[in-house]
Structure formats: C-alpha cells, structure tokens
C-alpha cells in the first residue's frame, strides 16, 4: 500500500476541521441550536428545593403590607397585632378588641420613640421583656412607665413577636374610644380575616404566592437622556401583565432596574408593592428576592418570569433559596427563524452559550461575585 505524505494527512485533517467548524457556525445561526441548549439545561438542571432554606419561607403569610419596613420593630409588633386579631371569634365592638387596639398604638409609639434616640443610645432591637411582664401592676404607674418593658435586643423575630403579643396582652391601658377607632378597628379586623384566608387557601390548593419578574437591563430613551426598560425587561413586563389578569397575586420586581420597572407598570395601571431594587446580577435576584418574600411572611411558591434561556440557572438559584418556581417564560426581542440561518437566531444561541457556561460555573464553583445580604 502506497504511504500517504505528511503534508497530504495534513491538508486532509485541516479540511475536515474547517468543514466541521463551518457546520457549526451554520447550526449557530440556525434556530436549532439554541433550542437544543434550553432544552438540555431543562433536563439537567436540578430544581429540587433546599429543604432548609425553605423553612424561612414556611409561614406563608405573605403580606403586601406598604407602610412598614419588612422586618422592622414596626412591622413585626404589626405580625403580632394580626395574630392577636385571628385568635377567637372577636367582634368589632368588644371592648377587649378596643383595649388591644389601644396597646397596639402605644406599642407603635413606643418603637418610634425608640428609633428616634441617638444611634448610641438605640437597641437594635427594643422589645418588651418577658421578665418584666410577670410583674405588670394594674395601676396607674405601670401605665405611666411603659418604657420599663424595652429591656432589651433579641435577633430571632419569633421571640420579638411573643415578646410583643405579651405587652398587647398584658399591658393595662385606659380606655379611649371613639368613631375613628372603630372605623380603624374594622379594617384591622378585614385584614386579618383576609390574611387568614388566603393562607388557608394558598395551603389547600398550593397555588404560587406571588409574581416574580427579574430585570432584563436598562437603555436610553428616544430623546437620548431619559433611562427606561430595554426590549429585554420591557417583554418580560409585558408577560407580566398578561399573568396579573390571571392570577390577583402580589408583583415582585427584581433588579437594580425595579424603579424603572414600576414607572412601565404604572403608565399602564399596575403597581408592584414589593420591590428589590439592590441585586446586580441573577444569584442576588435570587437570593435578595427570597430575603424580601421572607421578610414579608414568606412565600413557598411564586410565578417567575424570565426569558427561556435565562428560566433554568434562575429556577435552581431560587430552589436553592428555598422558593419553587413556576416558570413563565417571555419572549426574546428577536425571533427564531423557522429554519434558514439568519442573525436572529444567533442572538438566541448566543444568550444560550452564555446561560450553559453561567450554568457550569454556578454547579461547579458557586457565584463568587453574589453579595449575602442587599
């Protein structure tokens, strides 16, 4: 058999190398790649919740709450005061229902006053001492000395919550009452008779909590000077709200692009009330998102809205975070060709290459540039 020259293997091997990258570039630009890589980010990526992360969001009380801070002082004597008003069957016009009424405002005021201090002189977390509740006189100093009960800071809310429910307990108050009260008792009253409710619902039907959209990116406007939503965070807004008329659930805006975001939503009669607008990348989404949800009484399972490419890594940052996702995708700016190759398409393979490698460096090494807390 006659022996090949050297440089004759060579051209060969060098020409079926061109060939086989010339195929691949044409499979970019077709609208297959793309497909083939979500595809198989689906299928491999792991969505398995974090059976301890999730315990954070196990209450399931989510709350759209505005005025209050979640997780301030404010808002937790709040959680307190709701849970009082679902325990029993209390009537509007009880007096029992006044005078808890009445410790709710002082306790209110108290916290503020506690806040105002100097820095130096203000626990970071003022509460009421179970200690000194043991020893409430029903007299008039007792109800003169309020501040005896902020004693001292516990970190854990469940014990600022049961140090709370004991002054709205315990603590003896007079006995204002008038027309403002009883019209500010009944709605107190609807909020905790609803909250109730669709936590009873949420748990028998496991239905999502909330709907969660991350930003895609901002960009100029028209005239060149005002900052908006660009294609990518604008369709995914869209999608939004087409799932609002389906679903009355809470809207989460996710992003540094969340301000920008409720502006787009509000020129078209929508308002999210719960917005996390620290994260910069998508493992703070994730993970700032859940913080938020948690603060705010916790939410199990939410609607997420991404683009498909994007949906897998992002769905596996929240399991980890301990949220279940149901995944709605909105669409990319560009469409996929039905079969030529086109530009287009590789828009859509490209943004897959990039999810496929974040993807891998996520599995394998972690998010290094994921900050812990906003």
Known sequence: MKKVHWMVSLVRVI?????????FVLFLYSPFYSQVMVKGLNHFVSFNVNETAAESQKSAALS???SLEPG????IARQAYLQLLEEGEKEPDSEELRILQVRYQLLQKLIVEEQDKEPEQVNQKPIIAAEALEHVQEDESAASSPLSFLEHRISDNRALIDAYVDFLNTYPVPLP???EQESSLSKDLHESKKNKQEMIDS??????????????????GENGKDIVVNNYTRLRLERTLEVEKQYDLPIVLSGVEAPYMQAWLEERGIKAKLLENRSMNTCENSRFSSLLLQKKGGAPKVILITDEYHMPRTRRLFALNGIET???VAPMPTKLTSWRPSEKNYDHSRRANYELLATIRDVLFGSSDCREIP
Request: net charge negative; aromatic share 8%.
């Open 15 to 23: 020409t079926i190398l061109f060939v086989l990258l010339g195929c």
């Open 64 to 66: 759209e709450h505005e």
């Open 72 to 75: 301030s002082n404010l808002w």
């Open 177 to 179: 009452v008038n027309k």
């Open 203 to 220: 748990k028998d039907t496991n239905q999502p909590y909330a709907i969660v959209v991350l930003g895609g990116g901002l960009t100029l």
């Open 326 to 328: 149901v995944p709605v």
